[in-house]
T-cell receptor, first 115, second 119 residues
Framework: AQKVTQAQTEISVVEKEDVTLDCVYE???????LFWYKQPPSGELVFLIR??????QNEISGRYSWNFQKSTSSFNFTITASQVVDSAVYFC????????????FGTGTRLQVFP | DGGITQSPKYLFRKEGQNVTLSCEQN?????MYWYRQDPGQGLRLIYY???????QKGDIAEGYSVSREKKESFPLTVTSAQKNPTAFYLC??????????????????FGEGSWLTVV
């Protein structure tokens, strides 16, 4: 079975703090893809990153960075110097080779950044 | 602009009524999806379609129906058989994986969503 766990339901930080959102996944498939999406208050899901299971290199995009560790089945997301505009719900998701037709989502982490 | 358009943004349904949510994409994607979002439960797959004139049930298809007569369009009907339809509905699309030997895990892109409330 496949599963994504985001244990942090809600996180509150003050602007300019760094914050890490945790994501732990479960799958027996050796080929899979991991994703992060952002859902601002307006509701749409905005794609942030896609990472395949064969590429464990960390990635940085501006203030965003992702740490993928197969040994711990984790794909954590860090926002450096957070801003109020980062306030949103963030979802981690998994797509596997033998169930290609859907994304398996975690329950999301609500991030509130206060000025 | 390229993207996925859902309408209406807000919809109210009376008990016993069927309602249809529209989803159109101009990304030339083969695959389209409908997800339902309830508070604290993430997103759950209702139906998906990998090609025109074909669609499959997802995890929570009961009380819903879809059609895929055109590549660009994938409307969702919430029928009176759906006992708890109040939710946020998201349509999505991606480059299809059907008929390909290589699994590419193509990114699934989402529309802006539709709020459905039963009154």
């Amino acid at each position: 079975a496949q599963k994504v766990t985001q244990a942090q339901t809600e996180i509150s930080v003050v602007e300019k703090e760094d914050v890490t959102l945790d994501c732990v996944y479960e799958t027996r498939d050796t080929t899979y893809y991991l994703f992060w999406y952002k859902q601002p208050p307006s509701g749409e899901l905005v794609f942030l990153i896609r990472r395949n299971s064969f590429d464990e290199q960390n990635e940085i995009s501006g203030r965003y960075s992702w740490n993928f560790q197969k040994s711990t089945s984790s794909f954590n997301f860090t926002i450096t110097a957070s801003q109020v505009v980062d306030s949103a719900v963030y979802f981690c998701a998994l797509r596997v080779r033998y169930n290609t037709d859907k994304l398996i989502f975690g329950t999301g982490t609500r991030l509130q950044v206060f000025p | 602009d390229g993207g996925i358009t859902q309408s209406p943004k807000y919809l109210f349904r009376k008990e016993g009524q069927n309602v249809t949510l529209s989803c159109e994409q101009n990304l030339n994607h083969d695959a389209m999806y409908w997800y339902r979002q309830d508070p604290g439960q993430g997103l759950r797959l209702i139906y998906y379609s990998q090609i025109v004139n074909d669609f499959q049930k997802g995890d929570i298809a009961e009380g819903y129906s879809v059609s895929r007569e055109k590549k660009e369009s994938f409307p969702l009907t919430v029928t009176s058989a759906q006992k708890n339809p109040t939710a946020f509905y998201l349509c999505a699309s991606s480059i299809g994986e059907a008929g390909t030997a290589l699994f590419s895990g193509n990114t699934i892109y989402f529309g802006e969503g539709s709020w459905l409330t039963v009154v």
